[in-house]
């Protein structure tokens, strides 16, 4: 599996050579609660591991968005700024936040698989 999980609850799925997509996690917007506005970062913007990337609104609560690995963002999704809810109703698929060109692949050794990511949730 090419899905990897921050502390910081984002997901980067890397099965894609050109990009990795980031979102939020299924923990985290159950946390938010329903998904009403997201701020997405500007394509062409580079970006540190840690780095707030963007922001998501629910009705409970404004949450940062975090650069799970540093990079440059290639592409967002319109189709989650027009319909933010999409975070809801698919986190892990079409609630995707953006793409990045990642810029250190190593960082990607220090993310946790789905099995380290689902106990880690429970405990979080």
Do not use: C
Not at 55 to 83: C, F, Q, T
């Amino acid at each position: 599996m090419s899905v990897k999980f921050s502390k910081d609850h984002e997901w980067i799925d890397t099965a894609q050579a050109d990009a990795a997509i980031v979102g939020i996690t299924q923990h985290a917007q159950d946390a938010l609660g329903d998904v009403v506005f997201v701020d997405l970062p500007e394509v062409g913007k580079t970006f540190e591991q840690g780095e707030v990337a963007g922001v998501v609104e629910s009705v409970k609560a404004a949450a940062d968005v975090y650069m799970p690995v540093s990079g440059e963002i290639v592409e967002v999704n319109e189709a989650l700024r027009a319909d933010p809810s999409l975070a809801n109703s698919d986190p892990l698929g079409a609630g995707w936040f953006f793409k990045v060109r990642v810029s250190d692949a190593a960082q990607l050794d220090g993310l946790m698989d789905e099995t380290t990511y689902a106990a880690f949730a429970q405990n979080a």
